[in-house]
C-alpha cells in the first residue's frame, strides 16, 4: 500500500513538472494526464472538479476585464503609483497587506484575485521584479484565512472547541493570538521578499525576453496615453463590487434569506456579485464587448482556470483515495512528540488544499493528545501549507498574471515563487502564536 501511494505521488509531481515545462494552460493539461494515469493505472476514482473556485475566478475575472477594457486598471496602478513614489520598493510590503486586509474580512482568499493584476502592473511599471510582491501578496491572502473572524477554518476551530466542551475558547481567543502572529509572519516575509531574485535590470533572462517582444515592456509615466473616459467609473464600480463582497462577508445575516436555516455560502455571493456588478460595469461605462475577451487580464485568468481544473482535480483525488492512510499516520508521528503537530498540521494542509478541511481533520487528534488549546490556536496557521505544491488556485492565477514570468514553478518543482514566502510566514506566524500564548495565557 505504501509503494502505491508513493509511485501515485510520483505522478502527481511529474505531471505538475511537466505542465511547468510547458507553462499556461498546459499546468491544467498536464494535471489532467496525470489524473488518467491515476485512473487507468491505479484505479482512483477521482473527485469532483473543483467547480466553486473556478467559478467564482470566472466570475471576479468577468468583472476585473470589463474594468480592464474600461481604462479602470489603469486608473488603479496610477493610484497606486503615487502612493509607492517616495520609494517603489514600499510595493512588495503594500501588496501583501492590502490582501491580508481584505481576505480577513471577507473570510475568503479568492478576494486576491482581481488584485494581481494591480499588483503586477505595479510592480512592473516601477522595475520592481514583480515575483517579490505578487508571491508573498498571494500568501498573504491565505494567511488571513487562520485569522478571520468569518473563515470556514476559524469557524470550524470554534465548532470544534464547543463540542470538546472547551467553550471557554473561542473567537476572541483566536483573534487574540492569531492576527498579531499572521500579520507578523506576513510582514517579516514581505521584507525577505524584497531580496527574492534579481532586480529586472540585472535579471538576463528578463531583459532578454523584453528585447525579444515576449515580455509587453513597461510605459513610463510620460510614454502613457490618456485615461479613458470611463476609467474612474469602472474602477469605483468594481471596488464597490469587492466592498459588497466583504460586508456579505463580515455580516453573515445578511446572507440569509427569509425562511433560511443558514446563510448563502460566500461562493455564490461572489459569483453573483460580481457577475452583476461586471454586467452594471457593462451598461455604465459604454466598454465595446468586442474588447473584453482581448483583455490581458481575461486571457490570465481563463488560463488559470484550465490550470485549476486539472492540476486542483489531479492533488484532490490523490489525497481522496488515500485520506485514510495519511491523516492516521500523522496522528501516530504528533502522539510520539506533540510539539511535531504543527509540522501534521502543515503537511496535511499541503495535500488537503483547505485550511478548513484540515482543521476539521486532525485539530480532534491535537485536541485529544491533550495539546493545551492555547497552543492548538498558535498551530493555527500552520495549516496555510497549501502554497508547498504549487497546484493551489491563487497561486496559478498569480503565475499567469505576471507576464514577465519572474513569477514561476522551478525545473525542480519544489523550488517555486511561493515556497520562501510561504515557508517564511508559515514559520514566523507559529513562533509568534507560541510566543503570544505563553505572554496571554
Same mark, same amino acid.
Given at each position: 500500500?505504501?509503494?502505491?501511494?508513493?509511485?501515485?505521488?510520483?505522478?502527481?509531481?511529474?505531471?505538475?513538472?511537466?505542465?511547468?515545462?510547458?507553462?499556461?494552460?498546459?499546468?491544467?493539461?498536464?494535471?489532467?494526464?496525470?489524473?488518467? +494515469? *491515476?485512473?487507468?493505472?491505479? !484505479?482512483?476514482?477521482?473527485?469532483?472538479?473543483?467547480?466553486?473556485?473556478?467559478?467564482?475566478?470566472?466570475?471576479?475575472?468577468?468583472?476585473?476585464?470589463?474594468?480592464? @477594457?474600461?481604462?479602470?486598471?489603469?486608473?488603479?496602478?496610477?493610484?497606486?503609483?503615487?502612493?509607492?513614489?517616495?520609494?517603489?520598493?514600499?510595493?512588495?510590503?503594500?501588496?501583501? /497587506?492590502?490582501?491580508?486586509?481584505?481576505?480577513?474580512?471577507?473570510?475568503?482568499?479568492?478576494?486576491?484575485?482581481?488584485?494581481?493584476?494591480?499588483?503586477?502592473?505595479?510592480?512592473?511599471?516601477?522595475?520592481?521584479?514583480?515575483?517579490?510582491?505578487?508571491?508573498?501578496?498571494?500568501?498573504?491572502?491565505?494567511?488571513?484565512?487562520?485569522?478571520?473572524?468569518?473563515? #470556514?477554518?476559524?469557524?470550524?476551530?470554534?465548532? *470544534?472547541?464547543?463540542?470538546?466542551?472547551?467553550?471557554?475558547?473561542?473567537?476572541?481567543?483566536?483573534?487574540?493570538?492569531?492576527?498579531?502572529?499572521?500579520?507578523?509572519?506576513?510582514?517579516?516575509?514581505?521584507?525577505?521578499?524584497?531580496?527574492? !531574485? $534579481?532586480?529586472?535590470?540585472?535579471?538576463?533572462?528578463?531583459?532578454?525576453? *523584453?528585447?525579444?517582444?515576449?515580455?509587453?515592456?513597461?510605459?513610463?509615466?510620460?510614454?502613457?496615453?490618456?485615461?479613458?473616459?470611463?476609467?474612474?467609473?469602472?474602477?469605483?464600480?468594481?471596488?464597490?463590487?469587492?466592498?459588497?463582497?466583504?460586508?456579505?462577508?463580515?455580516?453573515?445575516?445578511?446572507?440569509?434569506? =427569509?425562511? @433560511? $436555516?443558514?446563510?448563502?455560502?460566500?461562493?455564490?455571493?461572489?459569483?453573483?456579485?460580481?457577475?452583476?456588478?461586471?454586467?452594471?460595469?457593462?451598461?455604465?461605462?459604454?466598454?465595446?464587448?468586442?474588447? +473584453?475577451? $482581448?483583455?490581458?487580464?481575461?486571457? #490570465?485568468?481563463?488560463?488559470?482556470?484550465?490550470?485549476?481544473?486539472?492540476?486542483?482535480?489531479?492533488?484532490?483525488?490523490?489525497?481522496?483515495?488515500?485520506?485514510?492512510?495519511?491523516?492516521?499516520?500523522?496522528?501516530?508521528?504528533?502522539?510520539?512528540?506533540?510539539?511535531?503537530?504543527?509540522?501534521? *498540521?502543515?503537511?496535511?494542509?499541503?495535500? /488537503?488544499?483547505?485550511?478548513?478541511?484540515?482543521?476539521?481533520?486532525?485539530?480532534?487528534?491535537?485536541?485529544? /493528545?491533550?495539546?493545551? =488549546?492555547?497552543?492548538?490556536?498558535?498551530?493555527?496557521?500552520?495549516?496555510?501549507?497549501?502554497?508547498?505544491? =504549487?497546484?493551489?488556485?491563487?497561486?496559478?492565477?498569480?503565475?499567469?498574471?505576471?507576464?514577465?514570468?519572474?513569477?514561476? +514553478? !522551478? $525545473?525542480?518543482?519544489?523550488?517555486?515563487?511561493?515556497?520562501?514566502?510561504?515557508?517564511?510566514?508559515?514559520?514566523?506566524?507559529?513562533?509568534?502564536?507560541?510566543?503570544?500564548?505563553?505572554?496571554?495565557?
Amino acid at each position: 500500500m505504501t509503494l502505491t501511494i508513493i509511485l501515485q505521488f510520483v505522478v502527481v509531481l511529474a505531471a505538475i513538472w511537466m505542465g511547468a515545462r510547458y507553462s499556461g494552460v498546459g499546468l491544467g493539461l498536464w494535471g489532467a494526464v496525470g489524473l488518467l +494515469i *491515476l485512473i487507468v493505472g491505479f !484505479g482512483v476514482t477521482p473527485t469532483s472538479p473543483p467547480i466553486d473556485v473556478m467559478l467564482i475566478i470566472l466570475a471576479v475575472i468577468m468583472a476585473a476585464s470589463v474594468m480592464d @477594457a474600461a481604462g479602470g486598471i489603469d486608473f488603479l496602478v496610477r493610484i497606486a503609483e503615487r502612493i509607492i513614489r517616495a520609494n517603489p520598493k514600499y510595493v512588495t510590503i503594500v501588496a501583501p /497587506l492590502t490582501t491580508w486586509s481584505f481576505s480577513f474580512v471577507a473570510g475568503t482568499g479568492h478576494i486576491v484575485y482581481p488584485l494581481l493584476p494591480v499588483i503586477y502592473e505595479t510592480a512592473h511599471q516601477s522595475g520592481i521584479r514583480p515575483e517579490r510582491p505578487m508571491a508573498i501578496a498571494t500568501i498573504a491572502s491565505q494567511q488571513a484565512i487562520t485569522a478571520s473572524p468569518v473563515s #470556514a477554518a476559524t469557524a470550524a476551530m470554534i465548532g *470544534l472547541f464547543a463540542e470538546k466542551g472547551l467553550g471557554q475558547w473561542g473567537l476572541p481567543e483566536i483573534l487574540m493570538i492569531c492576527v498579531p502572529a499572521t500579520l507578523t509572519g506576513v510582514v517579516v516575509a514581505a521584507v525577505v521578499s524584497m531580496f527574492v !531574485g $534579481k532586480d529586472l535590470k540585472d535579471d538576463a533572462e528578463y531583459q532578454a525576453r *523584453l528585447q525579444a517582444g515576449e515580455i509587453p515592456a513597461p510605459k513610463a509615466l510620460a510614454d502613457r496615453p490618456p485615461l479613458k473616459p470611463a476609467a474612474r467609473l469602472s474602477a469605483c464600480l468594481f471596488l464597490c463590487g469587492v466592498a459588497l463582497v466583504v460586508v456579505f462577508g463580515f455580516f453573515p445575516e445578511l446572507r440569509k434569506l =427569509p425562511g @433560511a $436555516k443558514s446563510a448563502l455560502g460566500m461562493p455564490i455571493v461572489i459569483e453573483v456579485v460580481m457577475m452583476a456588478v461586471a454586467a452594471i460595469m457593462l451598461m455604465l461605462t459604454r466598454v465595446n464587448v468586442d474588447e +473584453i475577451p $482581448k483583455t490581458a487580464t481575461l486571457r #490570465a485568468g481563463v488560463v488559470a482556470v484550465i490550470g485549476i481544473f486539472g492540476l486542483a482535480w489531479l492533488g484532490d483525488s490523490f489525497i481522496a483515495a488515500h485520506k485514510e492512510v495519511i491523516v492516521p499516520a500523522i496522528g501516530h508521528w504528533a502522539e510520539v512528540a506533540p510539539w511535531t503537530f504543527a509540522f501534521g *498540521l502543515f503537511f496535511a494542509s499541503v495535500l /488537503l488544499y483547505s485550511q478548513a478541511a484540515t482543521t476539521r481533520a486532525l485539530m480532534p487528534l491535537g485536541m485529544a /493528545l491533550g495539546i493545551p =488549546p492555547q497552543f492548538l490556536i498558535a498551530m493555527f496557521p500552520s495549516v496555510n501549507g497549501y502554497f508547498f505544491i =504549487p497546484t493551489y488556485g491563487s497561486l496559478i492565477a498569480a503565475i499567469n498574471f505576471d507576464l514577465s514570468g519572474t513569477t514561476r +514553478i !522551478g $525545473k525542480y518543482v519544489l523550488n517555486h515563487s511561493f515556497m520562501i514566502p510561504g515557508v517564511v510566514a508559515t514559520v514566523v506566524a507559529v513562533t509568534s502564536g507560541l510566543l503570544l500564548a505563553r505572554v496571554i495565557f
